[in-house]
């Protein structure tokens, strides 16, 4: 066997959103069940915890105690990225060099077709006041699979009028309240600024060049604009939110655009860093649409939606059989609940979330050993999503690296891994609705089997996988570029 052949496969588990800061929170890290909101600061069983730390995730746990561990900064350290920025620095593409805005990476993962001189938009579906001209929610509806495509159907392939049929513009539903939008026609430059005001309850923007002496920037806003005004004639009196208000729901009556982007031409990820394959599931668009550009597999987990409701062991399925079945040398497995939590402020969800996604990884770890591929497994976040804040924050996320076999080792051997349930994984929400967390019961005896420590060199202090218990890990602090190297280099090195 060749020294090739012999390349030990990489799986990087990327938990978008997951980092957070500390608030008042029961920690349940060790005794199960599910605390959130407990924001009484006079009570003394509360301390200062993030969602992490106060959640139980053994199998997370298991990678920090048997590998390698630090902080990360996605991009630099202060500043708070978007997760197309991050990804792109993740994968070892700078950003401040090659990023031209998120609306190509959104448009090209909802599988639009993107030509040379097109520009994109990732873009939502808002609610804004007709007489004010206040978007008073930028996400219309988080639960719109039905109405979103239809909605898209309906507007796509529409002529923006004032430029006598030159203009073309092409609408697809990508997940929730997003689509991608594509404007198609001569003379257009991603040089603009959009019309989402990026915040509730402020007016909306009129697009505009970033440069007001750029005359094509001047002209692709005009175009803009118009695309903007048509977009909204079109859906203010639309049967789908006719109907939407006789049932007491906003009408989805905006589509915001931002991020306006053309096409990156980027090397090839499998060429920069060395693999022979490499793929991803992601099934949040923007996400994939980062993936495609540089060149990864994309593969379709049926039931991965992205969101709350996604199918999490069905992704970790899918990835098991890339690596094990088709032989793919790196995969990458985003999930984006986490992050969505995040936003909305929910402690709770956040939580729930975050212990569904410790569980998917059981699964993976018990579904990778029995297949007898013991694959370097790396897990980190793209950027803190605080609910105190309900935005992307500028603090570092936790970076773990070990083996699958060493964290069997952790978890207590093949006995008790053989245990990890295999099969469909609760929702977050129903384990919110249901104020405990009994479908997911079986970790806590998972957890109470985990050893201390493992005889192996490539290990740290770390004990547990969150912001501060990462701060003893030996990587230190580093920026997110570092990624890909120091998954590499662990692979070269472990035994």
């Not at 002209?219 to 009196?237: F, G, M, P, Q, Y």
């Amino acid at each position: 066997m060749t020294q090739e052949e012999e390349k030990r496969p990489i799986l990087f588990v990327l938990i978008d959103g997951v980092g957070d800061v500390s608030i008042p929170l029961q920690n349940t890290r060790h005794s199960g069940g599910l605390e959130g909101d407990c924001l009484d600061h006079g009570d003394p069983s509360v301390s200062y915890s993030t969602p992490l730390q106060s959640t139980s995730t053994p199998f997370l746990d298991s990678i920090a105690r048997s590998g390698v561990n630090g902080l990360m900064d996605p991009v630099e350290p202060g500043l708070a990225c978007g997760s197309d920025t991050a990804h792109m620095s993740l994968f070892g593409y700078d950003p401040r060099v090659y990023y031209r805005g998120r609306g190509a990476f959104e448009s090209m993962g909802a599988g639009m077709e993107m030509l040379p001189g097109d520009i994109a938009f990732k873009s939502n579906f808002a609610v804004i006041d007709e007489e004010t001209g206040v978007v008073v929610k930028r996400r219309a509806d988080r639960n719109f699979e039905r109405e979103g495509p239809l909605l898209c159907q309906d507007l796509n392939g529409t002529k923006i009028p004032g430029f006598d049929g030159e203009y073309t513009m092409f609408v697809k539903y990508a997940t929730e309240h997003r689509c991608g939008v594509v404007i198609r026609g001569p003379g257009l430059t991603d040089a603009i600024q959009g019309t989402d005001p990026l915040k509730d309850n402020l007016l909306l923007e009129k697009a505009s060049a970033l440069d007001q002496d750029d005359a094509a920037a001047v002209h692709t806003a005009e175009v803009v604009n118009a695309a903007s005004d048509c977009i909204r004639s079109k859906l203010r009196e639309h049967p789908i939110n006719a109907e939407r208000r006789t049932q007491g729901k906003d009408a989805a009556n905006v589509v915001l655009l931002r991020g306006c982007g053309c096409r990156l031409s980027l090397d090839d990820f499998n060429t920069k860093h060395g693999f022979a394959s490499s793929c991803m599931v992601a099934p949040t668009k923007i996400i994939a649409g980062v993936g495609m550009s540089v060149g990864m597999t994309v593969l379709d987990a049926p039931g991965a939606t992205g969101d709350y409701r996604s199918d999490f062991s069905k992704k970790a399925q899918v990835m098991v059989d890339a690596m094990c079945m088709k032989g793919f040398e790196f995969g990458f497995l985003h999930v984006k609940a986490v992050d969505d939590a995040g936003h909305d402020g929910n402690t709770k969800l956040k939580m729930a979330c975050i212990d569904v996604v410790d569980a998917m990884v059981g699964q993976l770890i018990r579904m990778l050993y029995e297949a007898g591929k013991d694959v370097v497994i790396g897990i980190t976040g793209d950027h803190s999503t605080p609910v105190e804040f309900g935005d992307h924050s500028h603090e570092p996320v936790p970076f773990a690296v070990s083996t699958v076999n060493r964290a069997v080792e952790v978890l207590g051997g093949s006995d008790i891994v053989s245990t990890i349930p295999l099969g469909p994984l609760p929702k977050p929400e129903m384990i919110v609705s249901s104020k405990d967390d009994s479908d997911l019961s079986w970790k806590r005896c998972v957890e109470r089997n985990m050893v201390d420590s493992i005889p192996h060199r490539l290990v740290d202090p770390v004990t547990c996988f969150d912001e501060i218990e990462s701060t003893k890990g030996h990587l230190g602090r580093f920026t997110g570029n570092f990624i890909i190297p120091t998954l590499q280099k662990f692979s070269d090195l472990v035994t």
